[in-house]
């Protein structure tokens, strides 16, 4: 493990993550970022699987409330975006070779941790994306004890295009070797969505104060920063929503929240899937959008509450 750097921001007073960098089978540099607790005897580990686009400082605030409850918090930036190597010449879609190479990151995730000697038991926190990476890690057999998913991407709001028609424009771009250009509806590829999109019309938050922070983020530290999806990464991701939703459900007691304003993964994905898990719980979190766990405090501590009680019923 090699030493990372860690942004913050200048008025910033959270406790920083430990930051380093691994190297997965096939040479790809991720970056991890590690908050201990400070409190003696801790609860256990939380592996902390960011979504598309995000990036490990983002999740500080959320470190933050998992120590102060007694969990060490490891988190990554998934291959392709943050700090970690991106995986073509331009660096700013959202882009993936195949969605399966997100499991050899889960992989180094796992050995970092048992190398560090992270105190068990471990849980799983997947957002977005990461609740897609999640729910397949959890499928490979995941050391952890419990699983928490936000808004999970079991199946995505594709808005203005049928499921089969974006598989088949995805597998078009990819046959005339334009599968790295970003596809039509899921942003720029310059395009930064806090940048660009207003407070009232965003899809992620109701806090105007975390808003505001993930603007100050993304201009301050546009490196870490990602624009829409590509052809690939749309196709992939797909088809491997669709293959999730044939697989037996994991035999790990899970919670799953999802704001009742959900516009970006498939609200109806993410029910069918709790209604046929058996240790699987949803808790709906009323006038939540995307980023449950960066909302309004109400429905934030709401939601980390019911996890943190899911955690330690274990």
């Not at 490990?56 to 998992?66: D, F, G, M, Q, T």
């Not at 409850?69 to 988190?75: D, F, I, K, S, T």
């Not at 000697?117 to 057999?141: F, R, V």
């Not at 936000?150 to 295009?161: D, E, H, Q, T, V």
Request: a negative charge.
């Amino acid at each position: 493990m090699q030493q990372a750097p860690f942004h913050q921001l200048p008025d910033d007073r959270l406790a920083p993550a430990s930051a380093f960098f691994v190297t997965a089978d096939d040479g790809k540099r991720l970056r991890l970022g590690l908050w201990e607790p400070e409190v003696t005897g801790p609860h256990g580990t939380v592996l902390l699987f960011p979504g598309r686009t995000e990036y490990i400082e983002k999740y500080a605030p959320v470190a933050r409330r998992l120590t102060d409850r007694g969990y060490a918090v490891l988190a990554i930036d998934w291959r392709g975006q943050g700090m970690s190597d991106r995986l073509q010449d331009d660096p700013r879609p959202g882009h993936i070779i195949e969605f399966s190479d997100y499991q050899r990151d889960v992989i180094e995730m796992v050995v970092a941790g048992q190398h560090i000697g992270l105190p068990e038991p471990w849980h799983l926190l997947a957002h977005s994306m990461g609740g897609c990476i999640g729910l397949a890690a959890l499928e490979n057999d995941l050391p952890v004890r419990t699983a928490v998913f936000s808004a999970p991407m079991w199946g995505i709001n594709l808005r203005r295009f049928q499921h089969g028609a974006a598989l088949g424009i995805a597998y078009l771009a990819g046959r005339l070797g334009r599968g790295g250009l970003v596809a039509p509806g899921s942003g720029g590829a310059n395009a930064t969505y806090t940048l660009e999109e207003s407070f009232n019309a965003n899809l992620l938050t109701g806090n105007v104060d975390e808003w505001t922070r993930l603007m100050r983020e993304a201009a301050a530290w546009p490196d870490l920063t990602i624009g829409g999806a590509s052809f690939d990464w749309v196709g992939k991701a797909l088809n491997e929503c669709s293959r999730l939703s044939r697989i037996a459900s994991p035999d790990v007691p899970t919670l799953v929240g999802l704001g009742t304003e959900e516009k970006v993964v498939s609200a109806r994905a993410i029910r069918d899937r709790v209604a046929s898990w058996p240790k699987a719980r949803l808790l709906e979190v009323e006038g939540a959008r995307h980023e449950i766990l960066l909302e309004t405090p109400d429905r934030r501590d709401a939601f980390i509450d019911a996890m943190v009680a899911h955690f330690e019923a274990s």
